[in-house]
């Protein structure tokens, strides 16, 4: 049984920062690409940025790009989403999504595993 707990959600001011965790078990994820999404009230849920489990290659959503930074821990099994800069806009649940294969895809429908989510509010 694959599980994904997100952790580190919060409340920020406009330009601080914030680091989200995604603690994994029940798998070996070395064929994993590991996901972040969010969804804002009334809005469809969107792809933020990925990693590759074995080789740590990355792709990012152009909004965040230069901003967040995806990273993860093979010893601890977790994989982590450093914000910075962040903005008002930024507000949302973040959500970490599993998948197996390869192929850093930013289609939601794609993932397979998906954690409960954590709430990100930025204050202006």
């Known amino acids: 049984q694959v599980q994904l707990v997100e952790s580190g959600g919060g409340l920020v001011q406009a330009g601080g920062s914030l680091r989200l965790s995604c603690a994994t078990s029940?798998?070996?994820?070395?064929?994993?690409?590991v996901g972040w999404f969010r969804q804002a009230p009334g809005k469809e849920r969107e792809f933020v940025a990925a990693i590759r489990w074995t080789s740590g290659g990355t792709y990012y959503a152009d909004s965040v790009k230069g901003r967040f930074t995806i990273s993860r821990d093979n010893d601890k099994d977790t994989v982590y989403l450093q914000m910075n800069s962040l903005k008002p806009e930024d507000t949302a649940v973040y959500y970490c999504?599993?998948?197996?294969?390869?192929?850093?895809?930013?289609?939601?429908?794609?993932?397979?595993?998906w954690g409960q989510g954590t709430q990100v509010t930025v204050s202006s």
């Open positions: 029940g798998r070996t994820f070395s064929r994993y690409v």
């Open positions: 999504a599993a998948r197996m294969g390869a192929v850093l895809t930013t289609n939601k429908d794609d993932y397979d595993y």
